[in-house]
């Protein structure tokens, strides 16, 4: 038998970058739609929207789908907020609206505002090199290369600390962020500073260092008292993962060992994947306390008006549509509609804040599921932007079943090859199909017609069947499922 950190070795490194994949599975559609950055007409009054979410979430809660909080808010004012599934399974413990989950990267927000709080404070500058704010760092010749705006924007060239080494270690090791640089201190830069963007969790971590030596302080104790505090975070914090904390969820992820799905819908506890969080993420918080911290610094209370305005900004483009990344923040529009915010998910792990400035409206989900707020946040997206959800036709159960059966993705014309991707299972019922891409990835899938469905949770994703001269269904190619199109051939 394998030792648990000979399993988490193989596990963990292709887990987070696939899972990054299907964080993106049911959002990237939003990012495929071209920005017209107008008012958009509204199709739905907010009581409408309100009632069209209350039946998805029920729907969802009901087919197993479901486990978290959600939280929509206009003007500071709650218009929704219910908690749905266990923040503990084995001891049947609810989630409440006010039950800490983890937020995954969602924590970069929080770090980009406590650069530029430093920065507003002219102690430091977006232009520093990284070795005048942390001259201790270890790689001068990096650090001599890059500046802090680099670090915050993703295009310092620095790249993760996700891979087999971390994957080794016990996570108690990692405890504060300076445990995290032998991980990838001494790695070469991925290309010139500068030249290009690529998410880097690497890159925040640096990010933490230079709060502390900036600071004077750590970084855990500087977003408590500079970003929590002032907002009003009472139920947000950075937690060791041996803390006993409470009212916090468990994280329950449907990967198994080596990336297989497990069985029949089965979830684990992700704890094998934890360590504390920290400046590139992985603290906890509520959809309350997420709300807080839309209001507060929209309302000027973390940083000024210039700064604010700087924070919410995107400055680099990120190859999805028109999405630019800023300071931990990421902005896009969507039917012309602004949207700003930042999103977080991993095994076990799926959160998202989006904050809509010019409509007014705050939306927090947090899940304690793979990828359990994409399908929420992207409906609202849609509804919110005043766009109409597709409507569904009726199909025969023999056309429905025609369908059935595994694909093998072969290629992605936009992208990279599709081979490294795991196979997709489609199954049916009376109603449409079903699309499982593995990891919690299990999608309902309605038809628009004999040979053309979208998916319920993203209506913008589609997938087209393919047929022979016999009419025999011989693949399938997929739009808005993922950052680029993807094709896939039926197997026997």
């Not at 680099?150 to 990692?174: I, R, V, W, Y």
């Not at 973390?302 to 549509?321: N, S």
């Not at 199909?395 to 014309?413: R, W």
Request: some cysteine; glycine content about 10%.
């Amino acid at each position: 038998m394998q030792s648990r950190s000979s399993l988490r070795s193989k596990l963990i490194p292709s887990l987070f970058s696939s899972m990054c994949l299907l964080c993106v599975f049911a959002v990237s559609a939003a990012f495929s739609q071209a920005a017209s950055k107008t008012d958009a007409p509204r199709k739905m009054t907010d009581a409408q929207i309100i009632e069209d979410l209350r039946s998805h979430l029920d729907r969802a809660l009901a087919e197993g789908r479901l486990s978290g909080a959600v939280l929509v808010a206009k003007n500071g004012k709650i218009l929704f907020e219910q908690a749905y599934g266990f923040a503990d399974h084995a001891f049947n413990v609810p989630n409440k609206v006010d039950t800490k989950f983890n937020l995954g990267s969602m924590g970069k927000m929080f770090t980009g505002v406590s650069v530029l709080q430093l920065v507003q404070e002219g102690k430091m500058s977006l232009d520093d090199k990284l070795i005048k704010d942390l001259p201790d760092y270890p790689n001068k010749d990096i650090a001599e290369k890059i500046t802090i705006y680099q670090l915050l924007t993703h295009t310092s060239g620095l790249g993760d600390f996700f891979g087999p080494e971390f994957a080794a270690n016990s996570m108690a090791k990692f405890r504060t962020l300076e445990s995290l640089l032998p991980l990838f201190v001494n790695k070469p830069l991925l290309f010139d500073p500068g030249t290009k963007w690529q998410y880097s969790n690497a890159g925040f971590i640096v990010l933490g260092l230079v709060i502390e030596h900036v600071s004077g302080e750590s970084y855990y104790d500087y977003v408590r008292e500079n970003v929590f505090k002032p907002a009003g975070m009472i139920n947000t914090d950075n937690y060791n993962i041996d803390a006993d904390v409470p009212n916090l969820a468990l994280g329950y992820t449907s990967v198994g060992d080596n990336m297989r799905p497990l069985p029949d819908g089965q979830r684990r506890s992700n704890i094998f994947i934890l360590q504390r969080g920290g400046s590139a993420g992985g603290g906890y918080s509520t959809v309350e306390d997420l709300l807080r911290f839309s209001e507060a610094l929209q309302g000027h209370k973390l940083l000024d008006k210039e700064y604010t305005h700087m924070d919410m900004t995107g400055k680099v483009a990120t190859g999805r549509g028109d999405a630019k990344y800023g300071f931990g923040m990421e902005e896009q529009f969507i039917n012309g509609v602004r949207i700003v915010g930042h999103s977080g998910g991993g095994p076990g792990i799926s959160s998202n804040l989006d904050m809509y400035p010019d409509l007014g409206y705050a939306v927090a989900v947090t899940s304690n599921y793979d990828n359990g707020m994409q399908p929420i946040i992207e409906r609202l997206r849609k509804e919110l932007t005043g766009q109409e959800l597709p409507k569904a036709i009726h199909l025969s159960s023999d056309i429905l079943k025609s369908f059935v059966g595994k694909y093998e993705v072969t290629s992605s014309p936009d992208g990279p090859p599709g081979r490294h991707l795991p196979p997709m299972a489609i199954t049916a019922d009376q109603e449409g199909l079903w699309l499982d891409v593995g990891m919690g990835g299990r999608h309902r899938c309605l038809p628009l017609s004999p040979v053309e469905f979208f998916i319920e949770d993203s209506p913008d994703a589609q997938l087209t069947f393919t047929k022979d001269e016999k009419g025999q269904v011989t693949g399938l190619t997929a739009i808005s499922v993922a950052p680029f199109p993807l094709k896939a051939t039926k197997l026997p």
